[in-house]
């Protein structure tokens, strides 16, 4: 059911009539699409849900083509950025084009989804000036580094879920809880991938939160753990770019204090919840999709 979202994203494009606008659409890569993922395990495969889904993925491609933007990365999974092939004025156009045609489509659906929606996209902007605002300098703030990855990533993680269960009348604050929890469990592993992936697997050059000022969860408890010198020396490397010693340095710090263990177990911990709160509802696919976020090596 996944390929009627495709269809009716591209119908959704094709309505738009541009030639520009489909030759870039064709170009994007699809991603794990896993908003419509847990729409349709919610909702079902209703035209609403499938609307609902189409329009929450352009919504989140287009948050990722402004992303792109403002991390100014050359790449995206795997494959070349817009902001790199076309550059920054036709990434930013083209999000703002599927953004405001999902819109347009979303009033169609019911309001009460178009307001949980919109609302996400709100916070999911509130949350990236929050992680711009945190790249500047160097910080230990747990507590606004979640914050900011709940809005950038969880809210419309947490919207579809809800979205879903509005459709089907379902109890909306569980599968809130749900696509929250997946959600910052999700970003918190994505900031974990960019310490121990290589750049090929992950698609765009390793350690690149660090140098783009980024100081996730992993680097924060390694500030902690590290005796002074040491952490005047971690916080010297950032916003750098790093030379291959010195990234061996940061990668085998995080090696000795088991910091990537540390900083997965948080993620861990969130997910388990989800997955005991979704088997307690006979939600086994639910269930299931948030063991496969945990299931892999790291
Ligand atoms: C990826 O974070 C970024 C997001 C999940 C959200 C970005 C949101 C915006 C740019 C606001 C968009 C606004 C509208 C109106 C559509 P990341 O850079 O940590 O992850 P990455 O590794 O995937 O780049
Ligand atoms: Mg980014």
């Known amino acids: 059911m996944i ?11 094709a309505e738009l009539d541009d030639t520009k606008v489909s030759s870039l659409y064709k170009k994007l890569p699809k991603g794990k699409r896993l908003r419509t993922k847990l729409i349709l395990k919610i909702a079902g495969n209703s035209l609403k849900a499938i609307k609902t ?37 036709t990434a930013i156009m083209m999000g703002d084009i599927l953004y405001s045609k999902a819109f347009f489509e979303l009033t169609d659906i019911s309001p009460l989804v178009a307001k949980v ?33 709940y809005q950038k990533t969880a809210s419309l993680m947490e ?3 809800e979205a879903g269960a509005i459709l089907v009348g379902k109890n909306r604050e569980a599968y809130r809880k749900y696509g929250r929890n997946l959600g910052i469990a999700f970003q918190m592993i994505d900031d974990i991938l960019d310490i121990t992936s290589d750049s090929k697997t992950l698609g765009k050059p390793a350690l690149h939160d660090f140098v783009e000022g980024k100081v996730t969860l992993p680097y924060m408890y390694l500030y902690e753990v590290l005796a002074e010198e040491d952490r005047e020396y971690l916080v010297s490397l950032h ?12 990668k085998s710090a995080m090696k000795k204090y088991k910091i990537i263990e540390k900083s ?23 269930s299931n999709i948030a063991k496969a976020m945990i299931e892999r090596e790291f």
């Open 159 to 161: 919207a579809s879920a």
């Open 239 to 250: 916003r750098k770019r790093l030379n291959e010693d010195e990234a061996i340095w940061i």
């Open 264 to 286: 997965y177990q948080e993620a861990k911990e969130l997910v388990v919840e989800a997955i005991e709160l979704m088997e307690s509802m006979g939600e086994r696919d639910l």
């Open 117 to 149: 929606v919109s609302n996400a996209v709100v916070q999911l902007s509130l949350g990236e000036l929050a992680d711009v605002e945190l790249s500047r300098k160097f910080h230990i703030n747990q507590e606004a580094y979640i914050k900011m990855l």
């Open 3 to 13: 390929n009627a979202v495709e269809r009716k994203i591209e119908q959704y494009i």
């Open 53 to 89: 889904a189409s329009t929450v993925e352009m919504i989140h491609t287009a948050s990722l083509l402004h992303d792109d933007v403002i991390d100014d990365a050359y790449t995206r999974r795997g494959k070349i950025s817009v902001n790199a092939s076309d550059g920054d004025k």
